[in-house]
């Protein structure tokens, strides 16, 4: 068997089972973040109330479900839960997994970026009479948004490669598509290859997407709408 | 004048702050029109008891009535219960308040910082809100900086940034939380002119300051607080001239000897 085989990479480089692989594999993170970040935000929220049960709640949250492996969730949601009647699709148990044991990481960043807001934000717009509900949708989320996309990035990036994970529940993404395509052929070299090359790309084009994002965010970008006004 | 019912009227206040007495037992009415300056050492309580006034602090015991309303508090079955958040939050719109660091919102341009309290709490149309932003950014003597965003703008244009933005929601009263503590001496003047201006136009106002010769020459009466208490009120030419309290002129010598 010879050492590298051009004809292979390219072949697996534009295979339909791969790309429908890489398809999955970017769909499934961005599904998943957002879930994450929809959850995250609630238990973060309800983890700021001024009430025992509910910090006790965000405590408990993020405890369990950050100490325990993905891999060990992934298979209790698909392979446990028909045991207490529950049966999930292999879909399902890929997202409800994956979101759910990311879902703590994305409370923390929140509750960081929304604890870095200085309390004179809150009494200003407080004192206004914002309901309790403007005051987070129009004066503190902007502003802790802008702090919470670099950590929210890494997120994305982990998330990405995790997905790689739901290949043990027979989830047909990028790495299980490569890894059919190792048992089809035996070149393992070209087929992990062209894995590698996909989730670099993907990871590449995100990193260009956040500067975009934190530029927009940015207090520079601020001043360039502001057009004009002098620094005192 | 002396008949009227005060417009806002505090009625022995307490707050407490764990262990610490911040607010001892205060009462004072204000009648509508009035400037009263709030004066004494740092930690006597000025700015809690300001904080009290629109509900960001909650007071252990007394009252507090704006306009007849009691803040922060109603009546259930002869009990008083505190007001949810919904509750505090409609109160305070009628009530402007101006912090000592401005507070200004640094995502938002002076213009919208201004309009910010008209388009989310009163929905009034952001056309609508913006042009009431310039016009009243206008008065503050802001002319042009409608798009500066607050870290483009001086302390003293801050604050008129806030007060214009306390000012947009058509406030019955305004409290100043020491509006000029934070600024550059320089700019202090052009705030203080912006207060005087509004004093002139009727606007009851509560002003905690340091500034010695405005609470003397703007505000109609003064009010010397020490350790959570209210020592001495009087109108404010007599009280700078003849404070009647020992503590008040031992207060006042201090601060031309210094």
Redesign the interface.
Known sequence: MEVWNWDYFFRFLIDPVILRGLWTTLWLTLVTLTLAIVVGTLVALIGRLDNFVARWFYAGYVAFFRSTPLLVQLIFFYSALPQLGISLSVVTAAVIGLSISESPYVAEIVRSSVSAIPTGQWEAARALGMRPYKVLKVVIFPQATRIAIPPLGNEFVRQLKNTSLVSVISMQELFRATDNMIQASFRVLEALTVATIYYLVLTMLWTIIQHQIEYRLSEYAFDRRGAGGSAH | MATASPFVSLSGIVKRFGEVTALDAVSLDVQEGETIALIGPSGSGKSTLLRCI?G?ETIQDGTITVAGNLIGMKPVNGAMQPLN??E??????????V?Q?F?????M?AQDNVA??LI??KNEPRARARARAAELLEQVGLKG?E???P????GGQQQRV?IA??LA?RPGVMLLDEPTSALDPETVQEVLNVVADLGRTGMTMLIATHEMEFARNVSTRTVFMEAGRIVEVGPSRAFFDNPASDRARRFLQGLTAS
Request: no cysteine; net charge positive; glycine share 8%.
């Open positions: 629109n960001l958040g919904r505090i939050a409609r109160q305070r719109e009628s009530i402007g308040m912090f660091s507070n200004l919102f640094p995502h341009s910010s309290g989310h709490v900086k798009k500066s965003y870290r483009q703008l001086s806030a933005r306390a929601m």
